[in-house]
């Protein structure tokens, strides 16, 4: 692998730069390149966290391939910069030796409910600007999916932590073990002095097949399983259900965690599967054994039914699956995972906001509800998306919410 000085090197520092172009939160990436070259790191972190405080984790995570990467000139004849391997570097010993800057505090305060991807840059961007923000948590530590979810294999644990330490530096109070919607409610804040609350609590319900089965003991939500693997006692044989991201992090999780063969099935081919193509990969180099034109119809005790899956490709190439209840097998399995999907959590919905037909806050395209001061962003919004898109949008929430603010506050 070439070195990221090598990689830097290589940029051609496009003016009119489509790697920046074709990022969600449009990182500067040629300015970001040319302070690196100049030996200016610490430029450079600060450039790429106040554009997006999560650039540590983006970098990792971000599928690259359909952004900055995939769309680096030098990839229409020969191989794109890897800029994201350099962004890495930089975010990390950016976060690392990060000093905090003195910042004057105008009393403010606001409330954010859900410490993940939304919440963090949330809250970074008003404390930086002088808020006073409280953070309620229903998990135990900040992070959301990127701690509760997304395996350490592929997400190194430390970096959630140093969020946290900057986070309380910053001034921040964070209340874990917090769910906002049980006991405290939207409603009980603006009395305490909040003058607006942000509300990006995800969508951690997992999605049910509805089959005949799946309430049985060896049957689980890959998102359930993913927050604590360790809890789980899976057997030898694990059927993962499902053709996302989600489904391959469950497989490749219960693979390292020793269950000897894991077999991923669903629906439809390898080549309509959601996940990103070198995820799959990757669960292939694991070992994972992919099942696929298997649409499950009933949990066993040992084994997922399947009936097989035609896929028919219309004359304008419209693609659709059609069972054959002729052709019915069995993938033996000592537990089973479900991976068909996430929506929001119940307690939250009932906060009086109004929601879409699927659950989810409704939102003008600045995040605002239909509840005066209360604004939302991240997956509760657009429903399950990637961690970049979460950064972009509440980026733009917070401009109206510092407006709103300044206005009512
Ligand atoms: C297994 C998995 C793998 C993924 N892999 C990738 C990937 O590789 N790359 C990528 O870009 N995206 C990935 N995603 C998607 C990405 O993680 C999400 O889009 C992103 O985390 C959304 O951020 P969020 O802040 O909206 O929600 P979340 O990350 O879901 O955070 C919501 C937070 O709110 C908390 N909460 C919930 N209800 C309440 C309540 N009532 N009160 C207080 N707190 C509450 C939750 O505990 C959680 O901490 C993955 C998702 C999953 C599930």
Redesign the pocket.
């Known amino acids: 692998m070439p070195s990221i000085k090598h990689e830097a090197l290589r940029c051609l520092k496009c003016k009119n730069a489509q790697c920046a172009a074709h990022c969600p939160v449009s990182t500067p990436i040629p300015q970001v390149t040319e302070l690196f070259l100049n030996g200016e790191i610490k430029q450079a972190g600060e450039m790429l966290f106040l554009n997006n405080p999560l650039s540590a984790v983006?970098s990792i995570?971000?599928?690259h391939e359909r952004n900055c990467n995939g769309h680096c000139v030098l990839g229409i004849k020969g191989t794109p910069i890897e800029f994201f391997r350099i962004e890495e570097y930089i975010s990390r010993f950016y976060l690392e030796t990060m000093e905090i800057p003195h910042i004057e505090k105008n009393g403010i305060k606001v409330a954010v409910?859900?410490?993940?991807?939304?919440?963090?840059t949330m809250s970074i961007l008003l404390l930086l600007r002088g808020y006073d923000v409280t953070l309620?948590?229903?998990?135990d530590n900040?992070?959301?999916?990127?701690?509760?979810?997304?395996?350490p294999f592929?997400?190194p644990r430390d970096l959630l932590d140093m969020y946290k330490g900057i986070l309380l530096r910053l001034g921040g109070h964070f209340r874990p073990n917090?769910?906002?919607?049980?006991n405290i409610m939207i409603d009980d804040l603006f009395p305490d002095g909040y003058k607006a609350v942000f509300v990006?609590?995800?969508?951690?319900r997992p999605n049910k097949l509805g089959l005949l089965g799946e309430t049985l003991g060896h049957v689980h939500f890959?998102?359930d399983y993913?927050k604590t693997p360790e809890a789980f006692a899976l057997g030898h044989k694990v059927a993962v259900i499902g053709a996302g991201?989600?489904a391959i992090?469950?497989a490749r999780t219960a693979i390292r965690r020793g269950h000897s063969h894991v077999t991923i099935l669903h629906f439809m081919g390898e080549e309509d599967m959601t996940a990103?193509r070198d995820?799959v990969e990757m669960a292939e180099i694991d070992g994972v054994e992919f099942v696929h034109y298997a649409q499950a119809v009933r949990i066993l005790e040992d084994g997922v039914r399947c009936v097989r899956v035609n896929r028919i490709v219309d004359e304008e190439g419209k693609v659709s699956f059609e069972e054959d209840y002729s052709d019915t097998f069995v993938v033996p399995a000592d537990s089973v995972i479900i991976a068909i999907g996430?929506g929001p959590?119940a307690?939250?919905r009932s906060s009086g906001v109004k929601l879409t037909g699927r659950g989810l806050f409704e939102v003008n395209e600045w995040g605002e509800t239909d509840t005066p001061g209360v604004f939302a962003?991240?997956?509760?919004?657009?429903g399950?998306?990637?961690?970049?898109?979460?950064v972009a949008f509440?980026k733009k929430v917070f401009t109206k919410m510092e407006e709103y603010l300044q206005n009512n506050a």
């Open positions: 983006t995570i971000c599928p409910a859900g410490a993940g991807p939304a919440g963090i309620f948590e229903a998990q900040v992070g959301g999916v990127l701690r509760y979810g997304i395996p592929r997400l917090t769910r906002l919607g049980s990006s609590t995800g969508t951690g890959a998102v993913l991201n989600v992090d469950a990103n995820e996430q959590g307690d939250i962003a991240g997956d509760i919004v657009s399950p998306k990637t961690v970049v898109d979460a509440t």
